[in-house]
Nanobody
Framework: QVHLVESGGGLVQAGGSLRLSCAASGSIFSIYAMSWYRQAPGKQRELVAV???????????SVKGRFTISRDNARDNAKNTVYLQMNSLKPEDTAVYYC?????????????WGQGTQVTVSS
């Protein structure tokens, strides 16, 4: 089991910045990758950025060059925190942002989700 807690959302003007955090606890040794997704009203949830255990990253085209995903592994491995630095925010970035952890167990992937944090960008 992996427990995810997000923080850092809020209201910001266009062109501003926010940093989201996602603290993972529990069986963090089994996490293969952590990601940020977002879901705007009336739209499907979409992948924003992903970082794998090895540190490889990937981004949606809409956020490349503006968002950065990074990770901070606690020395005692009790927690693993992933960040999403969001710069040059646009009104179209407004959404609920969800943290996701993908765990590989018995060769099968399992997904865990955080509760979501609202990001609102005003024009």
């Amino acid at each position: 089991q992996v427990h995810l807690v997000e923080s850092g959302g809020g209201l910001v003007q266009a062109g501003g910045s926010l940093r989201l955090s996602c603290a993972a606890s529990g069986s963090i040794f089994s996490i293969y990758a952590m990601s940020w997704y977002r879901q705007a009203p009336g739209k499907q949830r979409e992948l924003v950025a992903v970082i794998t255990r090895s540190g490889d990253t990937n981004y949606a085209d809409s956020v490349k060059g503006r968002f950065t995903i990074s990770r901070d592994n606690a020395r005692d491995n009790a927690k693993n925190t992933v960040y999403l630095q969001m710069n040059s925010l646009k009104p179209e970035d407004t959404a609920v942002y969800y943290c996701n952890a993908t765990v590989i167990s018995g060769s099968y992937p399992y997904d865990y989700w955080g509760q979501g944090t609202q990001v609102t960008v005003s024009s």
